[in-house]
Structures are given as structure tokens and as C-alpha cells.
């Protein structure tokens, strides 16, 4: 279609399901960072990269609540916690258990990724409270094989399963950017819109690493930086194929001018992660945010968690 004409669509679309004007905010805080066993080809936290990311341990549940009143404070509605594992083991289950129940008595919707979940461990985190639950499919399932060897694209299928049967909304998207064709635009899309639609989708501009194989191949080339109408398609799409869900700006907002957020706003993306770090990737901060949602004449949307477990449990 014509962009002017798709954007149009897609705002219409939005206007239909959404509050107009209204961005959720989240803060994704990093609860474990780097060490990570996969080899995604386009993470930092990674064994297989040479990013200069050091491998930490889990973090003290004390501190990651600090950090969660802190974004509270910052107008956050959700937290995200974020861990660089394949999957989680069962002896860290019990903190993060803590951690999901000390977000939610904050009355902030709460959300986790940590790699692969079994069906034992979703539960865990359902009967904990967790809100959300971020795994992303990445690309299309015909590129997956090309940015990543050490897990399939149905391995990610089964863990969203796994989430959904538990009763945790899911979160799920990825990444523009990583040298695909607009084919693979269309197939990542495509998968998204026909599994049970997620209840957040970001999109990720890649943001090319040194030391990762994705960063290194893509440095000086003019696929290092996805163009901006193509990124908006992108939202565009997804807000029309998929109605109901938030449609997030996540990683690499950074380098994106306020115009082309401001298309985003317009395709239907209505939710943003806020805060100056992404995992360990740079992001725009909470000043630089508030200055050009007030620009646009946008505003915070209020949180609405907790009532997925209950209408689950009924």
C-alpha cells in the first residue's frame, strides 16, 4: 500500500481498540547479565561474543525492588526483569517468585524473560502473579536458522505454549534490522498474527553490537541501520494484523528522530521502554522521553494489572 494510506489504516485500526494519545511506559531492568549459552547472533550477552559484557550473578531481590519503585517514581506502569540464560535453574526459582510478588504490591504490571520455560516453572511464576511473559520468535521462521543455531524456532513456540497454558499473558516480537529481506518482514509479521495473538508486541531495531556476529557483519554497511519508513511498515502491520496487542518500541529507539517515532505513534505503536539502558543496550531516558511525549501531546497510560490470573483461574 501506500505508506500514507497504510499509516491511515493502522491509526483507523488503533483508534478502534486503543485510547488515543496513551503510551504505556515500562522499565526492563537486566536481573542477570551476559554469560548466556546461546549464540543469537545479535546479543551482547552472549559466551559467543566479544562485546566486552562480563557475566554477573542473579540480583539481590532487594535491589532489583529498589529499581522497580525507582521507575515507579519515573511513571512506569510495568517492569520488566530481564536474565541472560537458556533457562532458568529451580534454585533461583524462589527469588524471582519474590521479585514478581514485590513488583505487584507496587501495583506495576510485572513481566520476566528468562530464557526457555518448562511447564512446571511457568506455573511457578502464574502462582506468583507474573503478568507478562517476554519470548521473543526473533525474525521469520524461515530466517531463524540464521540467527541462531543453538535453539529452533519450535523450541520458542513450545515455551510460549507453555506460558499461555498457565494463564500468563505473553509478550513477544523482535527484531528489524538484522539484514533480512522484507520477505522475512512479512513472514516474522505473518508469524506473529496467526498463533494466538501475544498481548505485547515489541519491535526491535537491532542496535549492531561490536563483537557479536550480527554487529560485526553489518558495521559500514548501509544494512547497519534499518531504513525508517520500512521500520513503520513494520508497525503499521503489526497494528492492523494484530488489534488488540500493545505494539512496543523497544530496542533502538535511541537513534530514531522524534519524527520517526512520532510515525510509530501514528502506525499504532503504543507502548515504549523508557529509562537510559535496555539490558545493556543504550536507550532514551525518562527526561528525553517526558520532553517529546509532551511535544505530541501524549500521555502516560495508567497500569491495569492482575486481572488475566483470576479470569484464568475461573
Given at each position: 500500500m501506500p505508506f500514507m494510506d497504510l499509516v491511515y489504516e493502522a491509526q483507523t485500526v488503533h483508534r478502534a481498540h486503543h485510547p488515543r494519545n496513551e503510551v504505556?511506559?515500562?522499565?526492563?531492568?537486566?536481573?542477570?547479565?551476559?554469560?548466556?549459552p546461546e549464540d543469537c547472533g545479535y546479543c551482547s550477552q552472549s559466551v559467543e561474543a566479544d562485546s566486552g559484557v562480563k557475566a554477573t550473578k542473579l540480583m539481590d531481590v532487594r535491589a532489583v525492588l529498589q529499581a522497580a519503585a525507582q521507575a515507579k517514581d519515573n511513571g512506569s506502569g510495568r517492569f520488566c526483569m530481564g536474565a541472560a540464560w537458556r533457562n532458568p535453574k529451580e534454585r533461583d526459582m524462589p527469588a524471582l517468585v519474590e521479585m514478581i510478588q514485590g513488583v505487584r504490591q507496587m501495583g506495576m504490571e510485572t513481566c520476566m524473560t528468562l530464557g526457555m520455560l518448562s511447564e512446571g516453572q511457568a506455573r511457578q511464576l502464574a502462582n506468583a502473579g507474573l503478568d507478562y511473559y517476554n519470548h521473543n520468535i526473533d525474525t521469520a521462521p524461515e530466517n531463524y536458522a540464521n540467527i541462531i543455531s543453538t535453539r529452533t524456532f519450535e523450541d520458542r513456540i513450545e515455551t510460549l505454549e507453555n506460558v499461555r497454558a498457565a494463564g500468563i499473558n505473553v509478550c513477544c516480537g523482535g527484531i528489524v534490522g538484522l539484514g533480512e529481506t522484507r520477505e522475512d518482514r512479512i513472514g516474522f509479521i505473518h508469524a506473529l498474527s496467526t498463533m494466538p495473538h501475544p498481548e505485547s508486541v515489541p519491535i526491535n531495531a537491532l542496535v549492531p553490537?561490536?563483537?557479536t556476529v550480527l554487529g560485526d557483519m553489518l558495521a559500514d554497511t548501509p544494512l547497519a541501520k534499518i531504513d525508517e519508513i520500512e521500520f513503520v511498515r513494520t508497525v503499521a502491520v503489526a497494528r492492523i494484523t494484530m488489534p488488540a496487542s500493545m505494539v512496543r518500541l523497544s530496542a533502538g529507539r535511541e537513534s530514531m528522530s522524534e519524527s520517526c517515532q512520532a510515525l510509530c505513534f501514528m502506525a499504532g505503536a503504543n507502548s515504549i521502554f523508557t529509562g537510559d539502558k535496555l539490558l545493556t543496550a543504550p536507550n532514551s531516558g525518562d527526561d528525553k522521553d517526558a520532553a517529546m511525549l509532551g511535544k505530541l501531546g501524549i500521555r502516560a497510560?495508567?497500569?491495569?494489572?492482575?486481572?488475566?490470573?483470576?479470569e484464568a483461574a475461573e
Open positions: 504505556q511506559l515500562s522499565t526492563l531492568l537486566s536481573i542477570k547479565t551476559g554469560g548466556c553490537v561490536k563483537g497510560m495508567p497500569a491495569a494489572p492482575h486481572g488475566h490470573l483470576e
